[in-house]
């Protein structure tokens, strides 16, 4: 084994790597991209004969675009004329690095100003390739319909290019992807028990590098472990914490959908302050779960670890980047992954990616990295949205929008606009009181929370788990045929 750890290449070389040239750097405005970079970046804006740009800075692209990459400005100061001669003056400044090429921002724009160039349709064609490539985990799988741990497999995945082995913690992906005698997974899976799917794989890496010492083996293999919340941030973090402090190379990936889904939705210690779980019950003794969610990822940076990161499945870009940045270290790393679960945060299941974004627009899970010590936010939302807007589409957090409970909601926005203002300090970013006053609405105007109907009215019902069988279908199942528990099989 090479001498470890060693140091990813820097981003403009693994871009320069994987499209065989730099993607240009982060933020740029199209003003300038006309003017000085033409033909380089993503995006190019119509103009007409007499050389006038169509953009009027509506806003409808940055609105549509599903990752957030883009901000326009429109500068009333400078906007003139009337009517058709009416021309506006502004600035559109995106995030190329984020754009997955969905087109939508081209779609929303009634005036076809933004136009693609040759490099977008070059991006698109590897952002879909990519996509094709058949998944390592396949369909099929029994995760419950809108369930983002089967995404974020799957993008974590897609940057191994060589022999994997997986070890998984007892937690919703592993029992639902792994139902004896079927497998969902393509490559080695180990079922590791709930509490030490790190600790099965530092001794598997062991073994591969004995039998590399001895020259018994040549290809190079990678090891990646995938937990639950309950999994790495409670009962596993002991196994975590040894072997990311003995060095392994190893990529643990930590789901967090903010509770123990797979027994029916008890509390962990990564479920937000306030929510309502079997075991944090809403009523007249508890408002939910009491004090606020362990930060694990500051945890795993304690360990010096060479590469640290937390990302969201609603922007592949970040993941892939963040995954192939920490399968490039020989050493261990560690990705915190948000993980929505439509079950326990009583939602519908089509709108976890939605919602993903939003805790990233809230600020309840920022999207940073830590490489070799050296914070970066990976994205700066440019509207930091109250709180409550994430809150009040989640059943579990209905709760909060009764009279008596202001307090917590408070309490939560503080405790976000806190755990967000130390960050910028650690990424050192302009504190947000200086980031644009008039953006963030809360600070403006107090937000009011208005769940949904559907969540308020179950607020008077007894909140049980409703697990995805119905006991019909459990007592039809034939055990004797399908599992071991007949056999005298374990339950894990
Ligand atoms: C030592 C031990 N305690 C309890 C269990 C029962 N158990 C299996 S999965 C699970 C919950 C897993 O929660 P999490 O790791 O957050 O993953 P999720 O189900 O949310 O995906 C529990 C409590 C077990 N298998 N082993
Ligand atoms: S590119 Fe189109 S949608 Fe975007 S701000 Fe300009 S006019 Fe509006
Ligand atoms: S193509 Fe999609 S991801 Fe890229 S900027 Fe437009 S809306 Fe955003
Ligand atoms: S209960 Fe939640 S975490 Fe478990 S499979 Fe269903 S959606 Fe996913």
Known sequence: MSSRPKTPPPADEQQAMMYGHPIPENRFAVRDLVHKL???GLFDLRRTESGAHTCTFCGACQKKCPVGCIDVRRDP?????KG????FAGTITIDERR???CNHCMEACRFDALVPT???HEHRRRVQALAHETPKLSAGHG???GCSASIIVNQVLSQVDSHYVVSGATGCLEVSTTRYPYTAWKGSYIHTNFENAAATLSGVETAFRALYKRGRLKDKVKFIAFGGDGGTYDIGLQALSGAMERGHQMLYVCYDNGAYMNTGFQRSSATPHGAWTTTS???DELPGKLGHSKNLTEIMVAHRLPYVAQSSPHDPQDLIHKASKALAVDGPTFLNVLSACPRGWRTDNDEGIELSRLATDTCYWPLFEVNQGKYRLTYRPRHKRPLGEWLERQGRFAHLALPGNERMLGQLQAWVDEEWDLLLRKCDEIPESRWDEASSRHKAEPFVMRPRRAHL????EPLTASMTYTALEWDDFDWGRHSGFADGGFED
């Open 281 to 283: 019950p809403v009523g």
């Open 38 to 40: 033409p033909g380089v």
């Open 143 to 145: 995760l419950c319909s």
């Open 99 to 101: 754009c997955m090429t």
């Open 457 to 460: 009215e179950s607020l008077g």
């Open 118 to 120: 040759e490099l977008y």
């Open 77 to 81: 100061s400078r906007s003139h004329g």
């Open 84 to 87: 058709k001669e009416r021309h």
